[in-house]
Each structure stands twice: as structure tokens, then as C-alpha cells.
């Protein structure tokens, strides 16, 4: 009996241990989970408690920026009362004046000069009218005034060797009516672009070849009445349409000094914006008047059979400014198509082609350099196969806004008789007053 039981003895010691064993990895896990788990707890509190803080904060600056500003209008207001307590009201005090023209109301007054020297290389060194040598060309004076609240004049006086001349004298209405300008006096005719503008204002010393065989050497510029109508842009950005009718004056197209029906002359213009640099104008002209002669010369009475001057016209200009070196760089392109048809006696008539393109690049601000080229026709009846064209370099310098020397060469060449083939001038033109050196 003795041995049995020693026997079963370790049987009973060896299942506490197991369950000691089990109880002890049991309490293990539940204390790892109880940690792992309240490590998550206490992060998401951390979370919302931040998420609060920061809530909070913007509240609290909110509140802060509204006092500051609630206190700064009661110190402006506090200030604003103090000062319209304590000021002084000004003391009253009449002005007098017996003068019946004030300084002010003066019209505006600009003085344009141009003067020059030519040299002829042609063999024999002259021509009948062109000689090597100095010349003064003109002086001009311009005059511009606002005549009152709805109208403005313009006027110029051209002194020459020769004499005294008007150039131009008209009165502009802008706001006539809604988006029309109307003009009336003497001035300049919208032929094209550049017949608009005087000679001290042009690119090149002279006007285009083109334009004084079919125009006249002076140009359109007669006494009527001009309309200029900014028109919708419907298939451009800006267009302009300019009616004109005048006197027949210029006698190289029409009538002249002598009686005749109003010459009638239309442009069309329109603009285009290519980019934020650059722009494209395109216009297209059309005129007609008669040439006949009517009214009374050397005591007789004339009264000729009508007979009309037709004329047209196309111009083209691109203009590329960089941006913010538009006054630095820039490159100008224009060209002008005539044409002319004029009937005469004897069911004569004439007709011709002519034209001009030059290119024009601005190296700096005070340096420019361009090249005209010239076609013309002669202005004259059988003119068939017959041309004339020039080739025209030039280089100006603008000492300033009011100074401005040029040097040009013009080189002519064609089938038909020319007084000067090779032709050098070096010009200077100056201005003082408001308007410089404008155009018209």
C-alpha cells in the first residue's frame, strides 16, 4: 500500500502547474491587448483634442482682429470729431478780374521747322530743277484750341521762300452724334494713309512716288465736309468708315479753280489685333469727280461735256512693338496701291497703276533705318509698258522728341526720261511747342 501511493503522488502536483501556466500567459495577453489598446485611445484623444486647440486659436484671432478694427473706428471717428470742432472755417474771399482773354484760354502753339542739304550725282552734277546745295523747305505753324465743350479747331500756316500758305483750317465736332465725327473746312483728304499726314511728319524726306504721280504733288487737300462713323466690329476688331466731299480743287484730277460738281471720296478701314505685340490695318478707298471745266475764263463762258476722274486705292499696314519696349524696338510695314482714271477731250482718257511698300525697323530709342521701294506709271496718255521705280534707303536719328536729322538716298531708274538718277539728302526738321512732331 506504501508503494501505491508514492506512485500517484507527482500525478497530483502536475496539473496546477499547467494551469499556473495558462492562468500566467492568459493574464500576458490580456495585459498587451490592454496596452496596445490604450495606446490607440489615447492617440485619437490626442487627435481631437489638437483638432480643438486649433479651433480654438482661430476663434480667438477672429475675435482679436474684430476688436483691433472696432477699436481703430473709434479712434478715427474720436479724431474725425475733435478736427471738425476745433477748425477754423475759411474765410470768404471774392476774386476780381477785368482781363477779357485769360492766359489759359490761349490756343495751343506749335512751331515745326525743315531745312536741308542735297547733293545730285548725277554726272554732270544738276538738272534744270534740281541743283546740289542747301534749301529750307518750310516752316509751319500749327495752332489747336478747344473752341467749347462739343467742337475743336486745328489750323496750319505753311511760310516758305515762296510765300504763305494754309495748309489746313477745319473744325471737328467728335460727338456729333453717336460714334460719328464730323469735319468741316480745309484739310487733308483720308486717301490711303499717308495723304493724311504733312511732309514734316513722314518716314521717308518725301511722299512716295506713287502717291505725287497719281494724287498731284501736294496731295488731296480741298474745303468740304468729312464723316467719320466708328462702325460695330463685325468682322474686324475696330473699323472706321470716312466720307468726304469737297470741292474739286485739285487740278491735276479735276476741275480746279473752275466750277464743278463735289468730288466724293470713301475709306474703309479696318483693325486687327494679331497678339498682344502687333496689329494689322487694312483700307480700301474709293473717289470720283469730274475734270470737265465750267464757269467763266478770260471773259468766256466754258461749259464742257462731263467728264469723270475715277480713283481707287488699297493700304496695308503691320505694326510689331514688343511689350514693355514698344518706346526701344519696334518694325513697321506699309504699302499703298493707286489707281487712276481720268477721261479727256477727244474721248482721250488716262489710266494708271502705281505703288509703294517700305519697311522700317527701330534699333533703339532714337535709331531708325528703313528701304521704300517705288512703282509708278506715268501719269500720262499711251503710257503703255512705260514705269518708272526708286529705290529709297534711309537712316534717322532723333537727337530728342524735338530734334530729328535723316539721310536718304534715292536712286531712280525706268524707261522714260528722268531729271535725277542718284540723289542724296541729309535732312534736319525740328519742332517746339505742345505737338512735336505730328502727323495731322
Not at 24 to 44: E, G, P, R, T
Not at 329 to 353: G, M, V
Amino acid at each position: 500500500m506504501v508503494s501505491n501511493q508514492r506512485s500517484a503522488k507527482p500525478v497530483c502536483k502536475k496539473f496546477p502547474f499547467q494551469r499556473r501556466i495558462f492562468t500566467i500567459s492568459f493574464l500576458f495577453f490580456f495585459m498587451l491587448a490592454s496596452v496596445l489598446f490604450a495606446q490607440d485611445i489615447s492617440k485619437n484623444t490626442a487627435d481631437s483634442l489638437k483638432q480643438q486647440l486649433l479651433q480654438l486659436q482661430e476663434q480667438i484671432n477672429r475675435l482679436e482682429q474684430k476688436q483691433a478694427q472696432t477699436e481703430l473706428e473709434q479712434l478715427k471717428q474720436q479724431a474725425w470729431q475733435q478736427a471738425t470742432s476745433t477748425a477754423e472755417k475759411p474765410e470768404q474771399k471774392n476774386f476780381k478780374s477785368g482781363q477779357r482773354s485769360l492766359q489759359a484760354w490761349n490756343p495751343e502753339r506749335s512751331v515745326t521747322g525743315d531745312a536741308y542739304l542735297q547733293g545730285i550725282l548725277n554726272e554732270d552734277g544738276f538738272t534744270e530743277s534740281h541743283r546740289s546745295g542747301a534749301y529750307f523747305r518750310v516752316i509751319g505753324l500749327h495752332i489747336q484750341s478747344n473752341l467749347d465743350p462739343f467742337s475743336l479747331t486745328k489750323i496750319a500756316l505753311e511760310v516758305t521762300p515762296e510765300g504763305i500758305e494754309l495748309g489746313e483750317a477745319y473744325v471737328t465736332w467728335p460727338n456729333a452724334l453717336k460714334n460719328i465725327s464730323l469735319t468741316a473746312g480745309k484739310f487733308r483728304q483720308q486717301f490711303g494713309v499717308l495723304n493724311r499726314w504733312h511732309a514734316h511728319g513722314l518716314d521717308q524726306f518725301e511722299f512716295p512716288l506713287a502717291l505725287t504721280t497719281i494724287l498731284g504733288e501736294e496731295g488731296l487737300n480741298q474745303i468740304g465736309l468729312s464723316a467719320e462713323w466708328l462702325m460695330p466690329a463685325w468682322s474686324a476688331h475696330a473699323s472706321a468708315l470716312t466720307m468726304q466731299i469737297t470741292n474739286g480743287q485739285n487740278d491735276h484730277l479735276f476741275a480746279g479753280s473752275l466750277f464743278s460738281f463735289p468730288a466724293v471720296l470713301t475709306h474703309l478701314k479696318n483693325y486687327y489685333d494679331l497678339n498682344p505685340a502687333a496689329y494689322l490695318e487694312i483700307g480700301i478707298t474709293g473717289m470720283v469727280g469730274e475734270n470737265n471745266l465750267r464757269g467763266f475764263q478770260d471773259g468766256q463762258r466754258i461749259d464742257e461735256k462731263q467728264r469723270l476722274t475715277r480713283l481707287a486705292g488699297l493700304d496695308v499696314t503691320l505694326l510689331w512693338e514688343p511689350l514693355n519696349k514698344t518706346h526701344y524696338h519696334s518694325f513697321l510695314w506699309r504699302s499703298e496701291l493707286y489707281y487712276a482714271d481720268k477721261q479727256l477731250p477727244l474721248n482721250q482718257n488716262i489710266s494708271a497703276l502705281c505703288g509703294y511698300s517700305y519697311a522700317e525697323f527701330r534699333f533703339n530709342e532714337w535709331l531708325h533705318a528703313g528701304l521704300r521701294l517705288d512703282y509708278t506709271q506715268p501719269f500720262t496718255i499711251d503710257n503703255d509698258g512705260k514705269y518708272i521705280y526708286q529705290v529709297v534707303p534711309y537712316i534717322t536719328w532723333w537727337q530728342s522728341h524735338w530734334v530729328r536729322l535723316r539721310l536718304q538716298y534715292n536712286y531712280s531708274d525706268g524707261n522714260v526720261p528722268l531729271q535725277t538718277r542718284h540723289l542724296i539728302r541729309l535732312q534736319l526738321t525740328w519742332a517746339a511747342g505742345p505737338h512735336k512732331h505730328e502727323r495731322y
